[in-house]
């Protein structure tokens, strides 16, 4: 089959995919002019502002309906001289408000349109749809009949105002910064990538694997890992054992050395007189005499290892073999390791969930929990590996330009006036492939010209900062780059060693505004190597005797990567601080809410 036959099909096959799409959408609007009420809120009846304003016709459908509201005042004044009052209500299922109109007289049953306009009131309402006056930015608007709920606000205290509102503040009031425009349309747009996330994978005949959150295996053998103990709840405990004094243990190992010589002699004794019972029995009362000092030895020598609070061990290591899992757990770093597990058996698996880093760190790039979306493909090299990276990317893209225009319209203009073009760009062009080398050959000519000045110095065997992985992709090639083939040094132990001796088989992709997205390889499936590679960082290969397995049993060669899924979010959105794209984000000092 032609090249050209091939391309034709492919782009035949993106056409019934669009048209699809297409379908869907209409079918979710005909299916809502139907029937608006949300599916469970039908004790309330109510019907959602996106239901309304995102339709096909932008609510014209819905005129001369009676339909019920509910959401929070986002802004609210008086108007007529006190005739009625505009409320714009927003319920979070999309960006838009929606104006309601509320008459004195129908406000009166709960105290007055005083009572409603105040920011953040929730309110459910209902009354008909009609036309705005034409030149009106929205369409519609609903005239309210009743009023059915109210939970008041007081003005005075709520802190998020209708101005706008600087987002470190927004960060000490984590329990109602979703209610910003900013952060609700980032939780949308979120909730837009993860969904896309599954789909994708799924479409292409993956796994989903749940890998565990606590675990004893360090994945990127980097030691920066949260630990989980059940020791320092003991330690109130332990500190009230007695204190033990090296005088003390000296004393209990005299006693125990005494009575050992006690019992080897009424042994000999008993033994030159077999027949004497007295003899028989006094062997028994030396021998129980003995075990219950060696016992009381052990816990003297037990309570003098006690420090800080923790048991020890004669070496002065902690004893882990009271704690819940008998030895050292931590949080997870990656489900990479676990992820292989099952993909030498189910041959293409992934997970997303969260990982936890305990990174001294502060950056506008860093948080202590994050999620990833790591997948493992098993027959699969470094090339496979790339193109799954590039695809998965750019299917997350045109998910987000087909489903969430109005988040992103507003993120435009409000946040990053580039963010759509960007998007539209990665969706629409295939990635630059640059190995590492090359890489490092055009930052230096970049330098050497005039063009470019870095913070660090540009030299082959350095990690790239960001600084250069934002100027390959911003100024070099203007577009998403995968950089492959890196020094061997500066990455993991499990990545797979090139023929040449110096590299691995890995892949960074990055992109504008971010830097690196995605980092991944081919992972290392040569059992005498991974032990080398092991031993030479200083772990144990009894703690990653699984992992070994897979090499002594069917070894296969496999790939995969890691996306931290908040840095996709920066990516698309253009915001500035991961801390934002995260609902909940920790750092050193701060695990609010």
Not at 148 to 161: E, F, K, N, R
Not at 215 to 225: L, P, Q, R, W
Not at 316 to 340: R, W
Not at 552 to 563: E, K, Q, T
Request: with cysteine; aromatic share 8%; charged share 25%.
């Amino acid at each position: 089959m032609s090249v050209a036959t091939d391309n034709a099909q492919i782009s035949e096959i993106e056409e019934l995919r669009k048209q699809i799409a297409e379908l869907q959408i209409a079918l979710k609007s005909k299916e809502a002019s139907i029937d608006p009420i949300y599916p469970y809120s039908r004790t309330y009846e109510r019907v959602t502002v996106n239901t309304i304003l995102h339709g096909p016709s932008s609510g014209v459908d819905f005129v001369g309906k009676v339909l019920k509201v509910g959401g929070w005042v986002k802004a609210g004044r008086e108007a007529g001289a006190g005739a009625f009052a505009f409320l714009d209500v927003n319920d979070g299922t999309c960006i838009d408000n929606l104006q309601v109109m509320v008459p004195k007289e129908v406000a009166e049953s709960h105290d007055g349109l005083g009572k409603l306009v105040p920011t953040g009131t929730s309110v459910l309402i209902e009354g008909e749809l009609s036309r705005t006056p034409e030149g009106t930015k929205q369409l519609v608007e609903l005239k309210a009949t009743k009023i059915h709920h109210v939970g008041l606000c007081d003005a005075s205290t709520y802190p998020i105002a209708k101005k706008k509102t600087s987002f470190e503040f927004l960060r000490e009031k984590m329990h109602l910064r979703p209610r910003s425009n900013t952060i609700g349309a980032v939780a949308r747009i979120r909730n837009a990538l993860a969904f896309a996330t599954h789909q994708f994978f799924q479409s292409k005949g993956f796994v989903y694997v749940h890998t565990p959150i606590v675990t004893a295996s360090d994945c990127e053998g980097a030691g920066e890992m949260f630990q989980v103990t059940t020791l320092l709840s003991k330690v109130s405990e332990n500190e009230k054992l007695p204190k033990v004094s090296p005088e003390e243990v000296a004393e209990a190992q005299q006693k125990v050395d005494g009575l050992g010589a006690a019992v080897k002699a009424a042994k000999e004794a008993a033994a030159a007189d077999k027949k004497n019972a007295e003899l028989a029995a006094a062997v028994k009362a030396r021998v129980a005499d003995l075990l219950a000092a060696k016992d009381a030895l052990v816990k003297t020598e037990a309570n003098a290892r006690v420090v800080g609070g923790l048991k020890r061990l004669p070496d002065g290591a902690i004893d882990y073999h009271e704690d819940f899992f008998s030895k050292p757990a931590f949080l997870t770093v990656s489900g990479q390791l676990q992820g292989e597990y099952y993909a030498c058996a189910l041959s293409s698996v992934y997970t997303f969930g969260p990982t936890f880093r305990a990174e001294n760190s502060y950056t506008a790039r860093h948080l202590a929990e994050f999620w990833m979306i790591e997948p493992e493909i098993a027959f699969c090299d470094l090339q496979d590996d790339m193109q799954c990276a590039e695809d998965y990317v750019r299917y997350c893209c045109k998910h987000l330009l087909a489903t969430c225009r109005a988040d992103l319209d507003f993120i435009q203009k409000m946040i990053d006036p580039t963010c759509i073009a960007r998007l539209e760009q990665v969706a629409a062009n295939p990635f630059v492939r640059c190995s590492y080398t090359e890489a490092i050959e055009r930052l230096q000519a970049a330098v050497e010209k005039g063009e470019a000045k870095f913070e660090y110095k540009v030299e082959w065997g350095i990690d790239l900062q960001t600084e250069h992985e934002r100027y390959l992709t911003e100024k070099i090639f203007q577009m998403p780059t995968i950089v492959y083939n890196y020094p061997k040094d500066i990455k993991a132990f499990y990545m797979k060693l090139n023929p040449d001796g110096k590299t691995v088989a890995a892949m960074d992709v990055l992109v504008p505004k971010v830097g690196e997205l995605i980092g991944g390889s081919q992972r290392e499936d040569n059992l005498e190597t991974l032990e080398g590679k092991i031993k030479a960082i200083g772990m144990e290969l009894e703690a990653y005797e699984p992992y070994l397995d897979l090499r002594r049993y069917g070894s296969v060669p496999h790939s995969g990567f890691g996306l931290g899924f908040e840095r996709l979010i920066l990516f698309a959105t253009g915001l500035d601080n991961i801390r934002e794209v995260i609902p909940f984000p920790r750092w050193p000092g701060n695990a609010n809410c």
